[in-house]
């Protein structure tokens, strides 16, 4: 591993200090590429407006005149937060604006498959509803869209995703993704674009005399869900983004979030009063989440939609439950992928260019977690591969792969198919993360196929693992105060919570719980606790680390530790 410490421009770093910012966050910003503080101002009014996005003026009008005529109206959700969040806003947001007939349809993930297919449209219509909204999902469902225009359906399509080469026939598309679309915020989640088309979907009732700037209803109750859709979906959080997210945190902090949303809170062992980005991506977020993995994501969507606490509470402890035996069952498989993985290569040896597993008993609602986890063991792009569970699709496996920097996952998956046509069944996703369908005697054909574009793609820089800190870190910025104050701040993916590094003296190292590795460390000569946590190799005595700060209290004393992240490899 390498450590590399982020460039630290002066300029920048003096002008947000000028402007009395506090010289650590002055300093951590302007290595993330801020340049004044207006990229830090988080108000509503510096949101982009939503005209900029496609379409919106269009969805606006469909859904204005849906409502003015009580037309049925009925949202085909994901099975992800994402898209649980999403169909919750919706919900919400409709109804807030008038909207009298709202259901929902959410796929099953084993049975349905991912996106708005035909069967799903039927499903629509026998529902009897008029306006089919996509929400994270639907820009890929030209034959789904088809089959909705065949049964008379008006069909609004929002989503995030990259387009393929068709666009769905659809009345009206928001994507900011598509051609022509000049939205800035290209990364804004599934759950964003649902939020911008209900704020111009207001402004067009505004408009149409429903209500004034004074008597209409106030979107910003949904900004909760709005942030932790957009945190758990790991999108890139751009200045935009960045927003939405504080605005959410803002709302939840002060207690202005749904029951449901506090429940989870609860559920989780979190306290909403101090809620952070860490708490949305890696503890409500993975609890959504379980339900559509193993279970059915409708669970997840009511308890985003209660109001009732007592019906909040019994919902978040479903999903808890879920997420436990998630966790069960990715322990098992994961256990089991990384033996299979490592059998791919001997003991010294580095391993393939790509990594790719399956064994019948994987379950497939895990296989993107544990691709992800072998990812970050081997530094290597990875796909696991379950054996479809869907009716009639017995002999189909299904694959879901993640990415290191540097190689396109969902390029490598069309080169893959133009290369060897017939092999991959279904495929889509992102740089970092996609999915695809074989057929179960294509698994070695794809193995071999995607292991030469790897090969072909991956060269020995992008092959060596690196981790981007941020230096080291002044003693006196080692306090718990300081510590709250980085939580408290808008992290995630492209926009890194911090993390230090510098060489340390390891007093005294000793295994806990067998998988986790407990320091004492001397830290500019002074004494601090650490922990690397499912690391288990010794450290020399003195090393150089990458470590976040945390702060742990013990016998009502707060002290700071280090969560170690890596070492650099002499």
Known sequence: MKLIVRDIPPRSVWVLEQAGVHPLLARLYASRGVLGTEELDDALSRLLPPSGMKGTGEAAVLLADAISASQKLCIVADYDCDGATACAVALRGLRLLG??????????????????????????????????????????????????????????????????????????????NQPGCGFESKSIAGVGVMFYVLLALRAELRKRGA??????????????????????????????????????????????????????????????????????GFALGPRINAAGRLSDMTLGIECLLTDDAARGDELARTLDGINRERREIEGDMREQAMQIAESLFEEGEDPPAAICVFDPDFHEGVVGIVASRLKDKLHRPSFVFAASQAPGKEHELKGSGRSIPGFHL?????????????????????????????????????????????????????????????????????????????????????????????????????????????????????????????????????????????????????????????????
């Not at 088809?146 to 659809?170: E, Y």
């Not at 200045?239 to 939840?252: E, P, S, T």
């Not at 196929?449 to 981007?468: C, K, Q, Y």
């Open 211 to 280: 209500f004034t700037a004074e008597t209409q209803p106030k979107l910003d109750a949904l900004l909760p869900l709005v942030a932790l859709g957009t945190v758990a979906d790991v999108v890139k959080l751009d200045a935009n983004n960045r927003r939405l997210v504080a605005q959410g945190l803002r709302r939840v902090r002060a207690g202005a979030l749904p029951a449901g949303l506090a429940a989870l809170f609860t559920a989780a062992g979190r306290a909403s009063a101090a809620a952070t980005t860490f708490d949305f």
């Open 99 to 176: 909207a009298k007939h709202v259901g929902y349809i959410v796929p099953d993930r084993v049975v349905d498959g991912y996106g708005l297919t035909s069967p799903i449209a039927q499903r629509v219509k026998d529902s009897g509803a008029d306006i089919l909204i996509t929400v994270d999902n639907g820009i890929a469902s030209v034959e789904g869209v088809a089959t909705a225009n065949a049964l008379g359906l008006k069909v609004l399509v929002t989503d995030h995703h990259l387009p393929g080469p068709q666009l769905p026939d659809a009345a009206v598309i928001v994507n900011p």
């Open 410 to 570: 969902r390029d490598a998956l069309d080169l893959v198919a133009k290369r060897h046509p017939g092999v991959l069944l279904r495929f889509g996703g992102h740089a970092m993360a996609a999915g695809c369908t074989i057929g179960e005697e294509s698994l070695d054909q794809f193995e071999q196929a995607m292991a030469l574009v790897a090969r072909e793609w991956l060269d020995a820089p992008t092959l060596l693992r690196r981790l981007h800190t941020d230096g080291p870190l002044s003693p006196e910025y080692r306090r718990p105060e300081l510590v709250d104050t980085l939580h408290r701040e808008v992290w995630g993916q492209g926009f890194a919570p911090p993390m230090f590094s510098e060489e340390v003296e390891v007093v005294s190292q000793r295994l806990v719980g067998e998988k986790h590795l407990a320091l004492k460390l001397k830290h500019q000569g002074q004494p601090v606790d650490g922990i690397w946590f499912g690391h288990t190799e010794p450290l020399p005595a003195r090393v150089t680390i990458a470590f976040r700060l945390d702060a742990d209290e013990w016998q009502g004393v707060r002290r700071v530790r280090f969560l170690v992240e890596g070492a650099e490899e002499r």
